[in-house]
């Protein structure tokens, strides 16, 4: 059984980083497009990020272009996004996911999701 596991959530004032993970375990992790997702409250879930098995391909929502980056290191079956300069309008609940094909922007695309990780900018 597949599972998906997040980290790195927190408080941060604006302005601030952070790096959050997310470890696979139970499937061939290579076989994964990876995508993260965030649901702020009282909004839907919207796409953030997703990157290929190999990782030479990634995509960002224009609300991250610039500011996170996304990549994953297969040996450890694990996927980070890496976000700096952040915002107030950042704070939500943050999703890893997981589907074996390369469709990667709707939530729909993904199989497997985590139990989300909680990131709060203050300003």
């Known amino acids: 059984q597949v599972q998906l596991v997040e980290s790195g959530g927190g408080l941060v004032q604006a302005g601030g980083s952070l790096r959050l993970s997310c470890v696979v375990s139970?499937?061939?992790?290579?076989?994964?497009?990876m995508g993260w997702f965030r649901q702020a409250p009282g909004k839907e879930r919207d796409f953030v990020a997703a990157?290929?098995?190999?990782?030479?391909?990634?995509f960002y929502a224009d609300s991250a272009k610039g500011r996170f980056t996304i990549s994953r290191d297969n040996a450890k079956n694990t996927v980070y996004l890496q976000m700096n300069s952040l915002k107030p309008e950042d704070t939500a609940v943050y999703y890893c996911?997981?589907?074996?094909?390369?469709?990667?922007?709707?939530?729909?695309?993904?199989?497997?999701w985590g139990q989300g990780t909680q990131v709060t900018v203050s300003s």
């Open positions: 139970g499937r061939t992790f290579n076989w994964y497009t």
């Open positions: 996911a997981g589907t074996y094909t390369s469709s990667w922007r709707a939530q729909t695309d993904y199989d497997y």
């Open positions: 990157i290929f098995w190999s990782g030479a391909s990634t």
